[in-house]
């Protein structure tokens, strides 16, 4: 491969949005590679942006960094991706997708009432949490559908 070929850092995080502090993460997670020039500076192949569009639909997902690890492994080594599979490796996001899709329309429907906060504010809660027996849930809004309750990872 000619050095024309490879990126630098500072041009892969501009074409693919993430900031030079996340590529060098990344790379010492083994999401992603990169070799080293004579005066260190990484450089990474062009194939690198759809890794990481990959990891960011990902996470937009909800993918943990492990899950996309394990993702990422099952990809063929010493050839670049096909798009058989990309589509192979995401398969499993469709039924993760539809209960996001889910769990986004029944906040939107609740919204004008209790989304279970547990904060006892709204007079009249449908859910009306008596005892504030929510507290004993752990902290989150406890009615909220799992997919929404997720702690933030990013």
């Avoid at 492994?73 to 539809?98: F, V």
Wanted: contains cysteine.
């Amino acid at each position: 491969m000619h050095t024309r070929d490879l990126l630098g850092v500072g041009e892969v995080a501009r074409r693919s949005g993430f900031a030079p502090s996340a590529l060098r993460y990344y790379d010492s997670l083994g999401l992603i590679s990169s070799t080293r020039t004579t005066g260190s500076q990484r450089r990474y192949e062009r194939g690198v942006l759809r890794r990481l569009a990959f990891i960011r639909a990902a996470r937009n997902v909800g993918l943990s960094l492990d899950e996309i690890a394990a993702a990422l492994a099952t990809l063929p080594q010493g050839r670049t991706p096909t798009k058989a599979d990309w589509t192979k490796l995401s398969r499993g996001w469709r039924e993760r997708i539809n209960e996001q899709i889910q769990a986004l329309e029944s906040l939107r429907d609740s919204l004008d009432s209790c989304i279970g906060c547990g904060c006892l504010s709204l007079r009249t809660c449908s859910f009306s949490n008596p005892g504030d027996e929510l507290a004993t849930r752990g902290p989150g809004a406890g009615y909220l559908p799992r997919r929404l309750r997720a702690a933030d990872t990013a």
